[in-house]
């Protein structure tokens, strides 16, 4: 900041400037120790939208927002602490409600302080995941130098207690999904999958929530149904682990046994989601006869689509990717006829939406006038659109051979 040019009013502002992002801590509490514990502590990702795009809260000296929830029931601890603050006597302006902001996101019934939040932590003995076991997997911990276990279960709203534990667990959307919305769970047609953990405490077994994902079932005529992925999240503390693939897995075979499930599709994916989404999908096809070695260099066959929608409930675009993804694995690029047939392959499907541009293109010509046309030439310049189209490809190949290079460790 910039102190030089400000006057002394101005400068005694900016010290009251707190950055959202680092003011609000985060715990997932299981044990009475973990509140004192600085390494249980994480922070959001995002606060944009309750704290506008530069994530500043202005009035306060030394802000803390904390949001501690209990492990498993996510029973929630809410406190605002801070050093020094403006005020409308003094200072002539307001600070601003930044109590009010998270109240807007978390239900009513949280607690204000740590004595009643710590009975609360006591009553987690009782906590049980909520619907249908789908999926038990262990995972070895190296600090622990022990194998923990997970449990995936299948809910729906009809579950007791479940949409006031949903209501909880979306609050953490906001932090760590840059465009996160919370859903209308009176919709029955959502589906939600969650991930939780066994642990132990004070010899009894305990579960911890690790995170989750809600799926909707569009309806597609005249009899099946096409669930869309809509949030997933993996709780920070367990990022990492490989839990997303496991989640992202287990709703793929869960689908699967359904009839009137036709393919699964996703809502505005992230970058991430689809990095895992092609390990996952890969996964499953790769043992699949029409994906088989001898298969691959022919090309993406009608048997692929069909085998990958009726196995695992895969939809063609997506098996389009899964096709190019094991291609490569088995191209020798260092021969330079198999690289440039893998090449013009996959620029083939990249340069199918920039031919029906150049469709389009042809009929504006028909219909504009010089000068506009002038403006349209520029954006068709085909050395451009091939330079585009090689960095495209580029991007493509780093993506695909991570997708490869995860396959190999797992």
């Known amino acids: 900041m910039l102190h030089h040019g400000m006057n002394p009013m101005e400068k005694k502002l900016a010290e009251y400037k707190c950055d959202t992002n680092e003011a609000i801590s985060l715990k997932l509490v299981r044990f009475a120790d973990d509140l004192e514990d600085e390494s249980t502590t994480f922070h959001p990702e995002y606060s944009h939208q309750l704290y506008g795009d530069d994530e500043v809260a202005f009035g306060y000296k030394g802000l803390q927002i904390q949001l501690y929830y209990s492990a498993g029931n996510l029973s929630t601890l809410f406190k605002v602490k801070y050093s020094a603050r403006v005020t409308e006597k003094f200072d002539c302006v307001e600070p601003d409600d930044v109590e009010g902001k998270i109240r807007e996101i978390i239900p009513a019934g949280f ?3 740590t004595d009643d939040f710590t009975s609360l932590l006591e009553k987690e003995t009782n906590f049980k995941p909520f619907g249908t076991l789908l999926h038990t997997y262990n995972v070895h911990n190296v600090e622990e130098g022990e194998d923990f276990t997970y449990q995936i279960h299948k809910v729906d709203l009809s579950c007791p207690g479940f949409r006031e534990y949903h209501k909880r667990l979306q609050t953490f959307l906001m932090w760590f999904i840059e465009t996160a919305s919370f859903i209308d769970v009176d919709d029955d047609r959502w589906d939600f999958f969650l991930v939780f953990e066994k642990y132990n405490k004070d010899g009894e ?4 929530t690790v995170g989750y994902m809600t799926v909707y079932n569009y ?6 149904t096409r669930p869309r992925v809509s949030q997933m999240l993996i709780l920070p503390p367990f990022q990492g682990e490989g839990h997303g693939a496991q989640l992202l897995e287990a709703v793929h075979m869960f689908y699967c046994n359904l009839h009137k499930v036709q393919d699964i599709t996703a809502e505005d994916p992230s970058e991430n989601y689809v990095k895992l989404r092609d390990y996952v999908l890969v996964k499953l096809c790769q043992t699949l006869p029409s994906f088989s070695t001898d298969k691959l260099p022919l090309g993406f066959s009608d048997d692929m689509a069909t085998e990958a929608r009726e196995k695992f409930k895969i939809n063609k675009k997506h098996a389009r990717r899964v096709y190019e993804i094991l291609r490569l694995r088995v191209t020798d690029m260092s021969d330079e006829t198999k690289a440039r047939d893998y090449r013009l392959e996959v620029k083939k499907r990249l340069f199918a ?11 504006m010509m028909k219909c504009l006038r010089p000068e506009e046309l002038a403006s349209h030439i520029s954006q068709m310049d085909t050395a451009l659109q091939q330079e585009e189209l090689e960095k495209s490809y ?3 190949l780093a993506e695909y051979r991570r997708v490869i290079e995860r396959l190999a460790q797992a």
């Open 111 to 113: 607690s204000c302080n």
């Open 205 to 208: 077994t305990l579960f911890a």
């Open 219 to 224: 309806y597609v005529y005249p009899d099946k």
């Open 353 to 363: 939406p920039t031919k029906k541009n150049q469709r389009e293109m042809t009929k």
């Open 394 to 396: 580029q991007e493509l």
